[in-house]
């Protein structure tokens, strides 16, 4: 909760603007609470199109939501809410909200440091999920490079599949893209969508086959060169004989890890790591700070950690309030 009226990445029943600042799950939850209570719930236009092929039409009552542009405030009852960008998946924002006393508060929603402007603040809310000590990625190693040289080497030997979450495997398309990788991309019908929508918002892709077309059924089928792209949760039920590669943000100890016979991880990740999330606090420069502790991160330690290295008073988010 930020200011008076507006809640973040969550329904409140006294909160009459909601802000969702990306279209993940863990973010959008009680959206349809939101729509039905809220006078406006606010997001990027990306992520009302990325929410609408994951959780399905929003019906009539999406004409609740405003969309806003990155850096165009949004004035409500004397307080001015801004989303800034937040380098994490397409559209992700974060939220600054301001009160006619000037007091500055911002919720970072999910980010990667790197690409994402600090916002300068009174009160910082900072997502915590690489916020302990022993999630740092110090790899000496340009990590995209290292994701085009495995799958381009691994296309001689025919399909390569990738498995990511949705945002990630949009962004390993863009890199393969980058990299004139220009076989087909195959992938599952919501996949298909969700990168159509990243198209139409500026994302460059590739060639895009749904799995569904015969086309992809025979390069699949026949182990012809391709990539195929599909959900982390698909990883127990597809490609199990294949060439397989997943990218993950949980990897730590080096850039690249062999898990299977033909199976690697790869540490390609969405978040700040541990050094991102306290140099962000740094530079944003809060007089309090408050760590989400939502979905098995490390807010408690976090906080502990901003209070001994930067000297400002840090306390971890309830995870769940009554209120
Ligand atoms: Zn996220």
């Not at 199109?49 to 004409?63: Q, W």
């Not at 022993?134 to 001689?156: A, Y």
């Not at 490390?298 to 769940?320: D, F, Q, W």
């Amino acid at each position: 909760m930020l200011g008076k009226s507006v809640s973040c990445d969550a329904y409140h029943e006294k909160r009459p603007l909601r802000v969702v600042t990306h279209a993940h799950a863990d973010h959008t939850g009680g959206l349809r609470w939101s729509l039905r209570e809220c006078e406006k719930v606010l997001m990027t236009e990306p992520t009302r199109d990325l929410i609408e092929v994951l959780e399905g039409t929003l019906g009539p009552r999406a004409k609740h939501i405003e969309t806003l542009e990155y850096e165009k405030p949004f004035k409500y009852n004397g307080e001015r809410v801004t989303l800034f960008k937040a380098e994490h998946i397409l559209g992700a924002a974060q939220v600054l909200v301001e009160n006619e006393e000037g007091d500055r508060m911002v919720w970072t929603g999910d980010f990667k440091l790197d690409g994402t402007p600090v916002l300068n603040c009174d009160t910082l809310v900072v997502e915590a999920t690489y916020g302990s000590p022993m999630c740092r990625r110090s790899f000496n190693v340009d990590i995209k490079k290292l994701l085009v040289s495995m799958v381009e080497e691994r296309l001689k030997d025919g399909a390569v599949y990738i498995f990511g979450y949705h945002g990630k495997l949009q962004e390993v398309m863009q890199i393969l893209h980058d990299a004139d990788v220009t076989v087909p991309f195959v992938m599952p019908e919501k996949v298909y969508h969700i990168s159509k929508v990243s198209e139409r918002h500026g994302m460059k892709l590739g060639c895009l086959t749904p799995s569904t077309e015969k086309e992809a059924r025979t390069l699949l089928g026949e182990n012809l060169p391709c990539v195929a792209f599909y959900h982390m949760n698909s990883r127990g039920s597809v490609g199990l004989d294949a060439t397989r590669i997943c990218v993950s943000g949980w990897e730590f100890r080096s850039p690249c890890r062999r898990i299977g016979e033909k199976e690697h991880v790869v540490a390609l990740s969405d978040h700040s790591d541990f050094n991102g999330l306290i140099e962000y606090v740094r530079q944003a420069s809060p007089k309090q700070v408050i760590t989400d502790n939502h979905g098995g991160g490390h807010g408690e330690t976090l906080a502990k950690e901003i209070s001994k290295r930067l000297g400002i008073p840090a306390v971890a988010m309830p995870s769940r309030i009554n209120s």
